[in-house]
């Protein structure tokens, strides 16, 4: 695949996570490692994308859409392409919430 794609630029491990499978009596663990790459599609003018890898499978890309707009293409089944502007705010907005609700959690309770 890398031969037919043009320019290619490891971007490395975003993000590396043991991964725990199966019930608890049985379970196993295995570290799940996520990549990028930059490179261009020659099916569409040579233009620059990235390429999200996990475990050096194929995932989906982060591409520009007819609008020019980001988004996020997922592989496998239907095509679903997600705005990339978009999914950052809603993961931004679950991280303030989800820190929020651990720091409310972790106060200590008043008493008399």
């Not at 930059?38 to 620059?48: F, K, V």
């Amino acid at each position: 695949m890398e031969g037919d794609r043009g320019v290619h630029r490891l971007l490395g491990c975003l993000h590396a996570e043991e991964v725990e499978v199966g019930r608890r009596a049985a379970a196993r663990r295995f570290t799940v490692a996520w990549g990028a790459d930059i490179t261009n599609d020659p099916d569409r003018n040579y233009e620059l994308y990235v390429e999200l890898l996990q475990d050096d499978a194929h995932r989906a890309r982060i591409q520009r859409n007819e609008r020019r707009e980001l988004e996020l293409v997922c592989y496998g089944g239907d095509r679903i392409a997600i705005p990339a502007v978009w999914l950052v705010e809603v993961i931004q907005q679950f991280i303030a919430d989800t820190l929020s609700e651990e720091a409310t959690d972790r106060q200590p309770e008043r008493g008399g």
